[in-house]
């Protein structure tokens, strides 16, 4: 009789990376492929750290928060919201309330058959958890799916952009609480049919990129731009310059981050959940660039690194 021994799988030993690899395998310090989707990315400007939110797909299933010094290495800080009870939990996004030292967590919830469609709200006194679950429901009375979150730097407001209505007829854009912690009347339609939005501001314009609804399947995204965030917004075209496969590169929007120290960098974050998201799941993180005209470009790079921004001045 042959004996067939099947060795034991072990976590890989953690990589020291100097840039981004979009779609690669990506390693955390337990060498671990980071399981982090659909979320964002916050700088505690305090401690110097940056803290990437998301989707835990793995055992236990809810939140999981990464902590690093450079965007390219990241600390597995573990699942700081177990999702128990709640059947669908999505996109979480983090805001910091500077005022009442809070960390402010929003995130999709809804039942399997994705009818529930509320926005759920959790609370914590470090970045690294636990976070509480303080209410759901439907902002407004409108369904609420797929979200997006813009943190204002010179008023200190933050916005949350979702998919709402059925299903997912358009894109609404609601405001925060000073605190954050409830969402207020200001809650207007854009009138756009898509999902994933993402926002970010220059020169005074506002830049909301979308994707098209075709659940787990990636498709192109359209970009949208308005002088004022609660719209009117102006429709345009695809933003991915080359995307061979119409696909976003393969890739469904989940945040753009503005990368402090930078000047004009924004960061396109994005998943690829192949066919639905699992653990593994790989991530593209771009470049985006407004041209002298005003338009937004997402280019590719097998490989790219934050020298590709220019750094501000410190004063």
């Known amino acids: 009789m042959t004996v067939i021994v099947i060795p034991k799988a072990f976590p890989q030993q953690p990589t020291t990376y ?11 310090d337990d060498g671990v492929h980071i399981d982090s989707h659909g979320g964002n990315i916050i700088y505690v400007e305090s401690e110097e750290t940056y803290y990437w939110y998301g989707e835990h797909r793995g055992m236990p299933r809810g939140a999981s ?12 800080e ?17 805001v910091y309330d500077e005022v009442n030292k809070k960390y402010v967590m929003w995130f999709h919830f809804d039942n399997s058959a994705y009818r529930t469609a509320e926005l759920g709200v959790a609370v914590s006194d470090t970045p690294t958890g636990p976070f509480e ?74 830049y909301l990129l979308t994707s098209g609804c075709s659940g787990w399947t990636p498709n192109p995204a359209t970009y949208y731009t308005s002088e004022n965030i609660m719209g009117p917004y102006t429709k345009h075209g695809n933003p991915f310059v080359g995307d061979a496969g119409n696909n976003s590169f393969n890739s469904q929007p989940c945040f753009i ?19 639905r998201g699992k653990p593994e799941s790989e991530y593209v993180f771009l470049p985006i660039t ?26």
């Open 18 to 28: 100097t840039s981004f690899k979009p779609g690669g395998q990506w390693l955390a």
């Open 290 to 315: 407004i041209t002298e005209e005003g338009e937004m470009e997402i280019h590719w790079y097998n490989e790219w690194d934050l020298s590709m921004f220019t750094p501000e001045k410190k004063q």
């Open 78 to 94: 573990g699942v700081v919201l177990e999702k128990g009870e709640i059947e669908v939990f999505e996109r979480p996004k983090v």
């Open 133 to 206: 679950v303080q209410e759901h429901y439907r902002p407004n009375g409108h369904e609420s799916r797929d979200i997006g979150m813009y943190f204002e730097p010179d008023t200190k407001k933050a916005y949350i952009g979702y998919a709402a209505d059925h299903i997912n007829k358009t894109i609404r854009m609601v405001e925060l609480s000073e605190d954050y912690l409830s969402t207020t009347s200001n809650d207007v339609d854009i009138e756009a049919h898509c999902e994933g939005p993402d926002i970010l501001k220059k020169n005074g314009k506002f």
């Open 65 to 76: 928060c990464y902590s690093s010094k450079d965007l390219y290495n990241w600390k597995n």
């Open 257 to 275: 981050f503005k990368i402090p120290g930078y000047k004009d960098a924004y960061l396109y974050m994005g998943d690829r959940w192949n066919g």
